[in-house]
């Protein structure tokens, strides 16, 4: 160790220091109490952080997917029509860049996933009343060799929640088997022409037989992933990804 001589008189001070103990060092030979446990935490705070600026900043990027859902109706035994129908939104190679854009997020192998937001509109159509049931759901790891598509089996994928035998059919829930799915969003929308036990409305003799807010309506998810995504092929970029390449 180097030695420095101090004179107090002439407020001198020393141009040389001991040497500092290195992190490791110190986690190894301090005693184990609970303000050594403090630095230690501290020193690994601040060497992080020191890091972090070294790298460079990130680069957020926007994409768009759109799609429409259409119902092809089929009967049931119980009586009426039911219609189911599924779309992949974890498919990057349909995401259409919109907004911040770059080409070398792009061009990359991989990147993080940060956050979702779905935006739904629901339309009546030509039907008279309607009942909807969205569903954005992961499959579990069980389940993760089941292909899941527009055949989806009555029973054993999903129920119907109904009423007592000879009731209304409105009100009915379909509910999906918790073995198979993981359910992050759900809502029910029920549309209809005409208001529910309601009269009609005369309009100087014109009969109105429906309203914006019974014939449409809207929502909007809103979902954190925060998620690293890689492609697995060498030599191709993440944006080429399909679903069935990702795990559960």
Not at 74 to 91: K, W
Not at 157 to 166: F, H, L, N, R, V
């Amino acid at each position: 160790m180097a030695r420095v001589t101090f004179n107090r008189l002439t407020r001198k001070k020393a141009t040389t220091r001991k040497k500092r103990t290195s992190t490791l060092t110190a986690a190894k030979y301090r005693p184990r109490t609970a303000a050594a446990n403090r630095s230690l935490i501290k020193s690994n705070a601040y060497a992080i952080r020191a890091v972090k600026r070294m790298l460079p900043p990130p680069i957020y990027t926007d994409y768009q997917y759109s799609f429409v859902q259409e119902a092809v109706l089929t009967a049931v035994p119980d009586g009426g029509y039911q219609s189911i129908s599924s779309n992949q939104l974890m498919s990057p190679a349909f995401w259409s860049p919109v907004l911040r854009q770059d080409t070398n997020v792009i061009d990359s192998s991989q990147t993080k996933v940060l956050r979702m937001q779905a935006n739904m509109r629901y339309s009546l159509g030509e039907s008279s009343t309607v009942q909807i049931t969205t569903f954005v759901v992961s499959i579990r790891p069980d389940a993760v060799n089941r292909q899941i598509n527009d055949t989806l089996v009555e029973g054993q994928d999903y129920i119907y929640s109904k009423g007592a035998p000879g009731g209304s059919d409105l009100g009915i829930v379909p509910r999906l088997n918790s073995a198979v799915f993981k359910v992050l969003y759900t809502r029910n929308v029920t549309l209809m022409s005409n208001g529910f036990l309601q009269p009609k409305a005369d309009f100087q003799g014109t009969i109105l037989t429906s309203n914006a807010k019974t014939t449409m309506a809207k929502g909007q998810i809103n979902m954190k992933l925060n998620f690293r995504i890689r492609q697995p092929v060498q030599g191709l970029q993440w944006k080429n990804m399909q679903q069935n390449q990702f795990g559960p």
